[in-house]
Nanobody, 126 residues
Framework: QLQLVESGGGGVQPGGSLRLSCVAS????????AGWFRQAPGKEREGVAS????????HYAGSVKGRYTITRDNDRNTIYLQMNKLRPEATGVYYC???????????????????WGQGTQVTVSS
């Protein structure tokens, strides 16, 4: 059964850090590009960061560039999102998504994601 499972969310004060993980099962993640998306309350799901199959090409939303880092460990079938200097506007549910097969340039829009995880809640508040 194909599955993506996120973890690592939680509550943190502004300026703090969190590391999200997304573990894939049921398929070999190394053959797929992927991305992290955030959905704030009452808003649409938006892309935060993406990474290609080899991990050498990444893209970040402007608001997180320089503070977040997306990486992958293909041996562990896992992608990560290291989030530093967190701001209150980072609050939301973070989803990991597998980009469907086929060529595309980053950033990957939601429409190219064929599988989603269940999400992990991140709350940044003092």
């Amino acid at each position: 059964q194909l599955q993506l499972v996120e973890s690592g969310g939680g509550g943190v004060q502004p300026g703090g850090s969190l590391r999200l993980s997304c573990v894939a099962s049921g398929f070999d993640f190394k053959y797929y590009s992927a991305g992290w998306f955030r959905q704030a309350p009452g808003k649409e799901r938006e892309g935060v960061a993406s990474i290609n199959t080899g991990g050498l090409s990444t893209h970040y939303a402007g608001s997180v560039k320089g503070r977040y880092t997306i990486t992958r460990d293909n041996d562990r079938n896992t992608i990560y999102l290291q989030m530093n200097k967190l701001r209150p506007e980072a609050t939301g549910v973070y989803y990991c998504g597998r980009k469907r097969s086929g060529r595309a340039t980053q950033p990957y829009p939601r429409e190219l994601i064929d599988y989603w995880g269940q999400g992990t809640q991140v709350t940044v508040s003092s």
